[in-house]
Structure formats: C-alpha cells, structure tokens
C-alpha cells in the first residue's frame, strides 16, 4: 500500500489504473470490490459504504454525479468521513 494516498480519489485512480491492465485483477473487482481493495491495498471498507463496479462497453457509458446538494444532517455526516491513512497500519474509515 502507498502511505501518501490520502483520498478516495487517489485510491479510485490506483484502482482503475490496475483494472485496465491486469484483466484478472478487474474480473475479481466487478466480482467483489470489497475483498479486492482490502486485499491490494489494505483499505478496509466499512459494512454501511457501498462500492459499485461498472464496466463501459461500446454502447454503454457511465455517468457518476456527485453527492445532491440537497443533503439532509445524516447524510452529510457521512458525506464528511473520509479514509484516514497511518503508516504501518494500512487505511480504515473514520468520521
């Protein structure tokens, strides 16, 4: 795991970056997000956060919005976790 990745962003760029050239690594990916981040980079995902897997195809295109602006106060709670990172010890969620 690379300690200076410090967002989920930066951790969805290393993700996606090994998807597009290791073809087995992104069969278990769309398979189990999960288990496939944990196990590559030590990120442990929390029970409540979901991660979904698509795959663009020549006919079909994903668009991911951001969060609405229209939050209400538990949502943002959870809009303001974000991935905490300490050497040695691999990455956990906090809020």
Excluded: C
């Amino acid at each position: 795991m690379n300690e200076n990745m410090a967002t989920i962003g930066e951790m969805r760029d290393r993700v996606i970056s090994k998807a597009t050239v290791d073809g087995e690594f992104r069969t278990r990916l769309i398979a189990d997000p999960k288990a496939v981040i944990k196990a590559e980079i030590g990120v442990d995902v929390p029970s409540g956060f979901t991660i979904e897997v698509h795959e663009d195809t020549a006919d079909t295109s994903h668009l991911i919005l951001p969060p609405s602006a229209n939050l209400g106060e538990a949502d943002l709670e959870q809009v303001a976790g974000g991935w905490s990172w300490s050497e040695g010890s691999g990455a956990s969620w906090w809020h």
